[in-house]
C-alpha cells in the first residue's frame, strides 16, 4: 500500500500536468491519452486514500451504531418480556390475595355467626332456667299458701287445733286433691318490671 504522502504527491503531479497543458477544445473526451491516465489514476489513489481513512472507518461506525441499536432492540424486548411476565405475576398474586380475603372474610362471617348462634342459644337457655326456676318458686308458693289456707279451714271446721300430724296428713291430702284437679299448670306471670 501507498502512504499518505506518496499519494498526496501523485494528486499533486496530477494536477500540475493538467494546468501546464493549454486548454484545447472543450469536449466531453477531449484531450490526451496521459491526462485519462492521470484522471484514472488519481481517482484511484482517490478510492484508495477514501477506503482506507474514510470508508472503512464509517463502515465499521456504522456496524458498530447497528450492533449497538440492535443490542438496544434485544435490551427492550427482554423489559417488555419481563414487564409483562412481572404484570402477569402481579395478577396472580392479587387474585391469590383477593381469594385468601374473601375466604378470610366468609371465614369470619362463619364464625361470627357461630358465635352469634350460640350466644343465642346461650341466652335462650338462661332465659328458660330462669322462667323454670320463677314457674317452681311461683309453684312452692302456691302451694304453701294452699297449705296455709287449708290449716286456717281446718281449725274453723273443726274448731280445735289440729296437731302436726293430722296437719302434715290434711295438707298432703289437700295437695293431691289441688294436683288431680288441676287440669293445666300454673302460667307464670311475667312482671310489669321486667317488660320496661
Do not use: C
Request: hydrophobic letters at 45%; charged letters at 25%; a negative charge.
Amino acid at each position: 500500500m501507498l502512504s499518505i504522502p506518496t499519494m498526496g504527491l501523485f494528486v499533486w503531479v496530477g494536477v500540475l500536468a493538467v494546468e501546464a497543458e493549454e486548454p484545447a477544445a472543450q469536449g466531453l473526451f477531449s484531450g490526451t491519452f496521459a491526462d485519462a491516465l492521470w484522471t484514472v489514476l488519481a481517482f484511484v489513489v482517490l478510492m484508495l486514500v477514501l477506503g482506507r481513512l474514510a470508508w472503512k472507518p464509517m463502515l465499521e461506525r456504522l456496524k458498530s451504531r447497528e450492533l449497538y441499536i440492535q443490542q438496544q432492540i434485544d435490551a427492550a424486548n427482554n423489559a417488555r418480556q419481563q414487564a409483562l411476565d412481572l404484570l402477569e405475576q402481579y395478577k396472580q398474586q392479587r387474585a391469590q390475595i383477593l381469594k385468601e380475603a374473601t375466604d378470610e372474610a366468609q371465614q369470619q362471617q362463619e364464625e361470627m355467626l357461630e358465635k352469634a348462634s350460640h350466644e343465642i342459644r346461650a341466652i335462650k337457655q338462661e332465659a328458660q332456667d330462669d322462667i323454670g326456676y320463677a314457674h317452681a318458686r311461683a309453684l312452692e308458693q302456691l302451694w304453701n299458701e294452699a297449705g296455709a289456707m287449708i290449716l286456717g279451714l281446718s281449725r274453723e271446721v273443726l274448731g280445735r287445733e289440729v296437731s302436726p300430724d293430722d296437719n302434715k296428713h290434711l295438707i298432703r291430702d289437700a295437695i293431691e286433691q289441688i294436683r288431680r284437679n288441676s287440669a293445666t299448670p300454673v302460667q307464670p306471670q311475667t312482671d310489669p318490671k321486667q317488660s320496661l
